[in-house]
């Protein structure tokens, strides 16, 4: 019998060529390819989970922070933020992120480098204390970033991106209160930001806006909507005392407002402060 497939010649009972395989009689079984296990190319990645900070925020309105850390964890600051910490947590000063991240927080209102504290032994505490009279508010920025107002970063956990967020809109960087330039948080675990006077937390819904007086915003999600407008009316620009902008905030997500702003309680000192050439 002849291969009709590659013409060569096979005993009269074969069922396939035995040169090439093809079956030489029809309905004869087809060979088949020995089974292969199978390799799912699906690759199930959980990320590490970030311990939880251990942390107690006091002092009423002069407010610090005493972080408790066990052996290998760690917080950082920005440079010169520590107010006191046990003899078991060693700091190490650097760049985090390289130059241009540096670069980015010092346009954001912090400094070029960060110190890293971390234990080397079991429940070491230290204190980090907030520069101004006011609240300090600890935000967990997992799934979700926040972007906060310049200068107002004062600690976080190493799994937590501090960087540089660009207002975008010309109004908004103009005459939004806070310039162009804000602090962005991002990544997982808690930081802990400063808030000027009392603070007070609103989750506003898909669609909902407040409208804020330029510099009260503290802090926001990323997902909520930040514009300026200006305000109605000649009367109201004259005699309302709010100025020309208001700064307008629309859901969906979680903002963060202060009560008092450093600009305005430094415009409320001027009057008091002794004038040159005075005795």
Request: charged share 15%; with cysteine; aromatic share 8%.
């Amino acid at each position: 019998m002849f291969c009709p497939k590659c013409g060569s010649q096979n005993v009269d009972q074969a069922q396939f060529c035995a040169n090439c395989g093809n079956p030489l009689r029809v309905g004869a079984a087809q060979p088949t390819a020995p089974a292969q296990p199978m390799v799912s190319t699906q690759v199930n990645y959980a990320p590490p989970a970030v311990q939880k900070l251990k942390y107690k925020i006091f002092g009423d309105n002069l407010p610090a922070v005493a972080i408790s850390l066990d052996a290998g964890e760690s917080i950082y600051t920005q440079s010169g933020g520590m107010t006191w910490m046990d003899q078991g947590i060693v700091m190490e000063t650097n760049m985090k992120g390289g130059l241009m991240k540096g670069l980015g927080r010092m346009f954001s209102g912090d400094s070029l480098f960060i110190a890293t504290y971390t234990a080397n032994r079991p429940n070491q505490e230290i204190v980090i204390a907030s520069s101004f009279p006011g609240h300090i508010a600890a935000i967990d920025v997992t799934n979700r970033s926040v972007i906060a107002q310049k200068s107002s970063f004062l600690c976080a956990q190493p799994s937590v991106m501090l960087s540089a967020h660009v207002v975008k809109g010309l109004s908004g960087g103009l005459f939004g209160g806070e310039g162009f330039i804000l602090q962005r948080l991002s990544g997982a675990g808690t930081a802990m930001i400063e808030i000027d006077g009392s603070l007070i937390e609103r989750v506003l819904a898909p669609g909902e806006v407040i409208k804020v007086d330029t510099g009260n915003v503290a802090a926001f999600e990323e997902t909520v909507q930040y514009q300026v407008e200006m305000v109605r009316g000649f009367k109201n620009i004259l005699f309302g005392g709010e100025g020309l902008f208001l700064t307008t905030l629309s859901g969906p997500g979680r903002v963060w407002l202060q009560t008092m702003t450093l600009p305005g309680f430094a415009k409320q000192l001027i009057p008091f402060l002794p004038k040159s050439g005075s005795n």
